[in-house]
């Protein structure tokens, strides 16, 4: 209550209410909050919110300051660890954090990527190519949501292809497996929207108790649903999941406890990718240039493997090399995280520190207090660093040679993080390269197996829901409704 701004500081900003300070206004918009405090105070101010201080950096050439600060490291451990703690009911053991990361370099990136790549692809081709029924000979017009269509596709497939298929033993024939694979997914899939529209008022601790104890019996339900003793039943269980399973065992984590982290790993592989691959294909469907460029990328791509898609035929055996030949895609891939990525990346300040900013200011940083950075606002959005902000451009990621273009600048400056959707530093998201393959295997499956198209393509692309700044990819504040039938 009583503190002051002291000399070197950044400019204090305490809020009208005690304690609170700026907590509703950062819970209800955080974004337009930032703005507004971004326009009073500058590049770098302390606001209280809800009992912390929080200095929020909004240079982006300064960002490095932050993100590369290993005094940073311990406290985001303290801090990520209370969040899980109280939103997933997990509490972890000393080294689990740091066997996530060495556990992810290993099945998620290199070799490990070239697994999941094919785990995913054959998960996909159950779920999307059942559920159209192009197998079975029909090509009429179906129509869904396609936020929910996205959503539901892609997080089902990387559900199953993470955390295993039925045993095709125990269901009698792989033909069987492959069904209750598609409707068990589904109704985890279900179970976990209802969830996930908890979770922004379960992070800031502001649920009703009714929506409280259904929070508590969704988790009850995951916790059960994702037991080590489920998994042992089943078969292709990745390597990530397997791997994180044996560290707990072996170093005597109660199998309760084991339980709860499933669901830990559960939403930070799926919260994201499904809400991504929808502004993906949306925006795709909403700029025809863009959708041509793509569409003729994929089809040489495929031509070039010496594959051809045709009824009846074999399935396309999409590979990692083949999905690395796509700079189009990724320039659109890149283009819609940067348009709907918005995490908020906070570090606890273990001991009295100065921040250094690129321009050659330095300002004192109290122990005890937080550094945050929203790249969101600060650089994402920045209209010198990227020309039109709010406009979707397939190409921006692309230079005229077809290489990735990684050159951004500012006050004439190159800024090294023009671009944050995965965060950065020792905490930068360790799916990135399976989540982009995964956006990436799904839009190459829609664009050669679907004829898809908006119901109305007059209708705007929804807004973004504002209540969900600061967790990651954000979600829309409404479907858009689109129809699609097989081209085979
Ligand atoms: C478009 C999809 C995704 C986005 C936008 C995304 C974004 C993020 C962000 C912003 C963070 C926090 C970084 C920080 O605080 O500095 C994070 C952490 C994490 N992500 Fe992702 N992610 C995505 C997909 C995935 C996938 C597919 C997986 C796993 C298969 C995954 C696994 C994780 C894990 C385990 C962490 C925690 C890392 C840690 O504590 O060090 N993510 N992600």
């Keep these: 209550m009583f503190r002051r701004r002291r000399p070197n500081e950044p400019p204090l900003d305490k809020g009208v209410i005690p304690w609170l300070g700026y907590a509703l206004d950062f819970r209800d918009n955080s974004a337009q909050f930032l703005q507004k405090m971004q326009k009073k105070h500058g590049?770098?101010?302390t606001a209280q919110i809800g009992g912390y201080y929080f200095t929020f950096l909004m240079d982006p050439l300064s960002f490095g300051s932050v993100v590369k600060e290993a005094r940073f490291k311990m406290g985001f451990e303290e801090f990520a660890?209370?969040?899980?703690?109280?939103?997933?009911?997990?509490?972890n053991i000393s080294g689990d954090h740091?066997?996530?990361?060495?556990s992810s370099t290993k099945y998620l990136m290199g070799d490990g990527l070239l697994v999941m790549t094919q785990a995913m692809m054959e998960n996909l081709q159950n779920l999307m190519l059942y559920s159209?029924?192009?197998?079975?000979?029909?090509?009429?017009w179906q129509q869904d949501g396609l936020f929910h269509f996205s959503y539901n596709i892609v997080f089902r497939a990387g559900y199953l292809s993470l955390f295993g298929n039925e045993s095709a033993k125990q269901a009698g024939s792989t033909e069987k497996a492959k069904e209750m694979d598609r409707l068990h997914s589904e109704e985890?899939?279900?179970?976990?929207?209802?969830?996930?529209?908890?979770?922004?008022?379960?992070?800031?601790?502001?649920l009703p108790p009714k929506d409280k104890l259904e929070a508590e019996r969704l988790k009850r339900h995951f916790w059960n649903k994702l037991s080590v003793k489920n998994c042992k039943n089943k078969d292709n269980i990745s390597g990530w999941i397997s791997d994180q399973q044996k560290f707990r065992d072996e170093n005597g984590m109660p199998e309760h406890m084991q339980d709860r982290f499933m669901f830990v790993l559960l939403w930070a592989s799926q919260g994201n990718t499904g809400p991504s691959s929808f502004w993906l294909l949306v925006y795709l469907m909403k700029d025809p240039e863009a959708m041509m460029a793509v569409k003729e990328e994929i089809d040489n791509v495929i031509k070039s493997s010496g594959q051809v898609v045709k009824p009846g035929g074999p399935l396309l055996n999409l590979t990692r090399d083949m999905l690395l030949k796509t700079p189009v895609l990724d320039s659109a891939v890149e283009e819609s995280l940067r348009l709907t990525a918005a995490p908020v990346l906070i570090r606890a300040v273990p001991e009295d520190m100065n921040l250094k900013m690129a321009d050659g200011r330095s300002y004192a940083i109290r122990k005890g207090d937080r550094v945050a950075l929203f790249p969101y606002v600060a650089v994402q959005m920045d209209p010198e660093v990227h020309h039109e902000p709010h406009v979707?451009?397939?190409?921006?990621f692309l230079n005229a040679d077809g290489t990735k273009k990684v050159d951004f600048y500012k006050n004439g400056k190159r800024v090294k993080y023009f671009s944050m959707p995965w965060g950065a530093g020792s905490t930068i998201c360790p799916g990135r390269f399976f989540a982009v393959n995964e956006l990436k295997q799904f839009v190459f499956l829609m664009f050669t197996y679907f004829e898809f198209e908006l119901l109305n393509p007059e209708e705007e692309i929804p807004p973004i829901d504002e209540t969900r700044w600061g967790f990651g990819s954000m979600q829309p504040t409404h479907d858009i409704t689109f129809r699609y039938r097989p081209r085979l």
């Design 43 to 45: 590049d770098i101010f």
């Design 132 to 140: 159209v029924g192009s197998r079975q000979g029909t090509n009429i």
């Design 81 to 91: 660890h209370e969040l899980v703690a109280r939103v997933f009911g997990y509490h």
């Design 188 to 206: 985890l899939f279900n179970e976990f929207r209802k969830y996930d529209r908890l979770f922004p008022r379960l992070a800031y601790a502001v």
């Design 392 to 396: 979707f451009k397939y190409n921006r």
């Design 98 to 102: 740091k066997h996530l990361q060495t």
